[in-house]
């Protein structure tokens, strides 16, 4: 039809019929596909794998939250300063403060200065509100997430917390030990990963208590 | 179990899936590459695109015809964002700003996908599956033509011709990558990736504070941004945030999928040339090299330096509690040394010395074992040089897989090996001496700050996409001048690769002779490591100096 055109304008008719027949099948084929069986076969993971309490949606499996408090204090810009619910056992810092809509690492390097006197800051703040040493917090508790969205903190940060979040709920120290328990995963299989705590449905957990 | 000992079995593990796919993979894709046989759905298709399946191209016109494809797919791509506001599913987001259109476009286009823009408040869901999901698709398929072709180029005699373009594309699309990617989908999904056309929805936490559970159709993108060696995060934090990859299993599905393709074409090639130990020893290369790489990221964040992340106890500032060390850097060395660019944790965060091992990695080329096709023929490039070397070495006529390498072949090979330092190093001099382009770095107080810039060149040149994320690059400066280097990163060695394919496919055999280099054998494995090592560490060993040797020593 069209061999009488130079060859490389040929090509480009080619390209785009090419273009155009992968765009539907790859472009809307393929993830309406996708999307209605894994809405069938995996209804619950492919929605977000939303948790609930008493009936009500309060977040994600997987997605971390802030469990914060207004201080009643205000920064330079006018804003609310947050600070730790005591109630609540409390998840790593986060660059985008897990705001859903967004997702991020600080992106500091490993010698940046500031990075260093917020690290310090985040110590003794741990610290002080576990009432224990400052030598005894866990990096993950001092440390900013990649995703700025990290559901887990380590075991060790977990048990940081314990004694603080029985003694504010009135609960015995081995009851919250047993909800930490509950809420711990290990690796998968064994080996995959590290071992964490769910803090989303740790306190939900609590909150359902 | 102690971490260690938990790290070493994931390594372990990951080498078993590996292994267990290589000949079944490695098999088929060589029966797809050399079947005279059309599938009924591709008659029908090439109808459609008006190609006829038997014709075969030479090496210029395959070159013509990917060229064509892949400047149509830089358009389409690029009015898509231009136009989101008017598609549907935009979610109400504006039309993308021309340069980080054109940059993001250049970007997916060339299997780099570098990220100029942060998904969440750029693009709609529509843009994401219908523009940048299909050129994942089509950019890995892309690679792997090229390197089918090079290697007929090696096991053909006498010909012009190559194959064609439209039929590799096509095979490659339909009977290999969508395949495994359906599968691959349901897995992530089954792990708990999202799989949703959901704008996001509200919810109230138990302290009473609002959030919104992002949506949109993650696992099917996701699997073919790892299967296909592409990078490109449906979210901003990419592989790091947990509903693009939600644990431990799903951290090293993703890792496998990124290496399955570029592992296993060894074996494509092996059995098309007709000497499955040829595959063995490019294999043994790159696994060389992968497994030195992934040892030294992995001792580098389990030591921790650096002021801050000492001050922290670990390196766990831009890493998730559930990949921790061991987890974050056998992916961080997995990804950079395939062209894939996707992130499990931030890279720029990392200690100086095991950020600075990514970097190198890409470094190389990207050949342990390399993107989808692109790895490959970065690797039989560097095999042609060694054997050249080899040959200076004793005098004679360098021949690789019974073809001659003469004149014209080594013209082609170090034009190749020339093109990408000269953009990443070009590249990161003119940033360097720019203000505008320097104010863009964030890491200001220390060679750190370099070490964003060099970073951000080297994953462009070398088609990679991940990045040292303090970098703002979303100026007119990166925009236009990361987008003009991944372009001529990813085509200018495409058309010399097809060159070389056509120059060797032209080429009578030479016979073996008592003199003929083996080039199966742990001697050249060891000459080509060491050529790889030796070229790339020449070439930027002065840049890396200033960076993160400047930082970590």
New interface residues.
């Given amino acids: ?2 061999s009488n055109l130079p ?2 304008v040929r ?9 155009l ?3 539907v ?4 084929a ?2 309406l596909v ?2 209605g ?3 069938v ?2 209804h619950g ?6 948790v609930q ?1 008493a009936g ?14 207004d201080s009643g204090k205000k920064d330079a810009d006018g804003n609310a300063i947050m600070v730790a ?1 005591p109630k ?1 056992f409390q998840t ?1 810092p986060s660059a985008v403060d ?16 500031d ?2 006197a917020m ?2 800051e985040r ?1 003794k703040t741990v610290a002080a509100l576990e009432g224990v040493q400052e030598s005894q ?4 508790a ?13 075991p060790a940060y977990a048990a940081l917390q314990v004694n603080r979040v029985a003694r504010e709920r009135g609960l015995d120290v081995a009851k919250v030990q047993q909800l930490v328990k509950a809420n711990t ?1 290990g ?8 071992p ?1 705590v769910n803090v989303v449905t740790l ?2 957990a ?2 359902s208590n | 179990m102690s971490d260690t000992a938990a790290g070493l079995l994931q390594v372990g593990f990951l080498l078993l899936c590996l292994a267990a796919v290589y000949r079944p993979l490695g098999g088929y894709m060589a029966r797809v590459y050399t079947s005279d046989k059309d599938l009924r759905i591709e008659r029908a298709t090439y109808k459609v695109f008006g190609v006829d399946s038997k014709a075969d191209q030479t090496w210029g016109v395959y070159a013509r015809s990917l060229i064509a494809f892949s400047a149509l797919s830089v358009v389409l791509l690029y009015l898509l964002q231009r136009l989101q506001h008017w598609l549907p599913l935009s979610l109400g987001l504006p039309n993308v700003e021309s340069g980080l259109a054109f940059n993001t476009a250049a970007s997916f286009v060339s299997n780099t996908n570098w990220q100029n823009y942060s998904p969440e408040v750029t693009l709609g869901h529509l843009v994401q599956f219908a523009g940048l999901a299909v050129q994942n698709f089509l950019s890995a398929a892309v690679g792997i033509t090229v390197a089918i072709a090079l290697i007929r180029g090696f096991a053909r005699a006498k010909t012009d011709r190559l194959g064609n373009f439209w039929v590799d594309l096509t095979r490659t699309v339909l009977r290999v990558l969508v395949p495994i990617a359906i599968i691959g989908t349901l897995v992530l999904v089954a792990t708990g990736v999202v799989q949703n056309f959901s704008g996001g929805h509200e919810v109230t936490s138990v302290v009473g504070q609002s959030q919104t559970i992002p949506g949109g159709p993650v696992a099917g993108q996701e699997v073919i941004k790892e299967l296909g060696t592409n990078g490109g995060g449906f979210y901003n934090a990419n592989s790091a945030h947990p509903f693009e990859n939600p644990n431990g299993l799903s951290n090293l599905f993703e890792i496998f999928l990124l290496l399955m393709i570029p592992v296993c074409l060894t074996r494509t090639f092996g059995l098309m040339v007709k000497d499955k130990r040829q595959g063995y020893a490019i294999l043994g290369v790159m696994g060389t090299l992968w497994a030195a790489f992934t040892f030294s990221a992995t001792f580098f964040e389990n030591r921790g330096a650096g002021t801050a992340t000492q001050a922290a106890g670990a390196a766990m500032e831009g890493k998730e509690t559930r990949f921790g060390e061991w987890a974050s850097a056998l992916f961080a060395t997995s990804t950079t040394g395939t062209s894939t660019g996707a992130v499990n944790s931030a890279h720029d965060s990392f200690t100086a010395l095991g950020g600075g091992t990514a970097l190198f990695h890409m470094m190389l080329g990207e050949v342990s074992p390399g993107g989808t096709g692109t790895g490959l023929y970065g690797m039989l490039i560097l095999a042609v040089l060694a054997v050249f070397v080899a040959g200076l070495m004793v005098g004679r006529t360098p021949e690789y897989l019974k073809k001659k390498i003469t004149a014209r072949e080594m013209k082609l090979v170090s034009l190749y090996i020339l093109t990408t330092p000269t953009l990443v190093l070009a590249g990161a001099s003119i940033a360097m001496g720019l203000a505008v382009a320097r104010a863009s770095i964030l890491n200001t107080d220390s060679p750190h700050g370099f070490s964003e810039v060099l970073y951000a060149f080297t994953s462009a040149g070398n088609n990679n996409g991940s990045a040292f994320g303090g970098l703002s690059g979303n100026i007119p400066f990166y925009n236009t001048a990361l987008g003009l280097v991944m372009l001529l990163g990813r085509f200018v060695p495409i058309v010399l690769v097809l060159a070389l394919a056509g120059s060797l496919a032209r080429q009578q055999p030479v016979p073996v002779t008592q003199g003929t280099l083996p080039t199966h054998k742990a001697l050249f494995v060891t000459l080509l490591v060491g050529t790889v090592l030796i070229v790339t560490g020449l070439t930027y060993f002065p840049a890396l100096t200033l960076g993160p040797l400047a930082e970590g020593l």
């Fill in positions: 039809m069209a060859g490389s090509q480009f008719g080619v390209a785009l019929r090419a273009l027949f992968f765009t099948l790859l472009g809307l393929y993830p996708m999307t069986v894994s809405q076969v995996f993971n492919a929605n977000g794998s939303i309490v009500k949606d309060t977040g994600s499996d997987l997605i971390g939250q802030a469990y914060t408090q619910g609540w790593r897990y705001d859903g809509k967004g997702s991020s690492a600080s992106q500091l390097g490993p010698n940046n200065a990075l260093l690290v310090e110590r917090v866990p990096p993950d001092v440390t900013a997430s990649g995703s700025g969205l990290d559901p887990a903190i380590s995963k690796r998968t299989l064994g080996f995959l990963g590290e964490y306190n939900n609590l909150a």
